[in-house]
Structure formats: C-alpha cells, structure tokens
C-alpha cells in the first residue's frame, strides 16, 4: 500500500486465528489529511467458515468499519468474496495475469478507479487504486 500523503499515525494488530505459523495483520496509517490507509495480507486456507481466512476477513470488516474517517483498504485477501464493511466499494483484480480476484480495495471515498500492472518477480499483478481526495 503506498500513499503520498505523509502519515501522521499508524495502528496495527494481528488477526485472532493463524492457518499454519505465519502470523497475519492489519496495518492502517492516518495521512495529514486525515484520510486512513489500510492493507492486510489475509491466511491462504480458503474462505469457507470457520477456515481461518474467514475469521480474519470478519475482524478486517470490523477494523474497517471503525474507522469513523475516510477509508481506502487494498491487500491480498485470499478469497473471492468481500470483507467490506456496509457502504464500502468493493473493487478486485478479475483481470489480472496472476491469481485474479483475491487482490481487492474496499473504501468509502469517491470515484475510485482500478488499474492492473503487470509485474515481474512477485505472484500477483499490482492492483493500482486512485481515488479523488476531499479537499
């Protein structure tokens, strides 16, 4: 997740439940225009209930849902179904060379558009969100 905003504050925790021994978090960063940025890296144990990467996609909606400022959220969730929180959008990588679908941006700002890069030595496409900031 990259911003050109300058960060003012960030907040992280790790998810309840793990697939496996890596540990998975969420990181949100507050910009000067007190606008939040968020990523997360969700587990790789599908998304069926129960499955760790469905817990960890509630707790991300949660986070989400809680931030009581604008919001853009862009990370490999692992899944094809959303964890955006009520009155988010929802935009995902279907078109990407790699992997397509699991690489989604959730945000409650205005007028986002979604572009794929192509990328050499990494396991996704990069999924390049831009939205139109509050003045």
Do not use: F, K, M, W
């Given at each position: 997740m990259l911003t050109k905003e300058a960060i003012r504050a960030s907040e992280d925790a790790p998810y309840s439940v793990f697939s496996g021994v890596e540990q998975r978090r969420w990181l949100c960063v507050t910009t000067a225009r007190?606008?939040?940025?968020?990523?997360?890296?969700?587990?790789?144990?599908?998304?069926?209930?129960?499955?760790?990467?469905?817990?960890?996609c509630l707790e991300l909606t949660q986070v989400l849902a809680s931030r009581g400022r604008p919001t853009i959220f862009a990370g490999d969730v692992n899944r094809h179904a959303s964890c955006a929180p009520k009155g988010h959008w929802t935009l995902?990588?279907?078109?990407?060379?790699?992997?397509?679908?699991?690489?989604?941006?959730?945000?409650?700002?205005v007028?986002?558009?979604?572009?794929?890069?192509?990328?050499?030595?990494?396991?996704?496409?990069?999924?390049?969100?831009?939205?139109?900031?509050?003045?």
């Open positions: 007190r606008i939040d940025v968020c990523t997360s890296h969700l587990s790789t144990d599908g998304e069926a209930p129960g499955s760790a990467n469905s817990t960890q995902i990588d279907a078109a990407a060379a790699e992997d397509p679908g699991i690489q989604h941006s959730y945000g409650n700002l007028t986002p558009r979604l572009e794929i890069e192509a990328t050499t030595y990494t396991d996704h496409d990069a999924l390049v969100v831009r939205v139109r900031l509050p003045h």
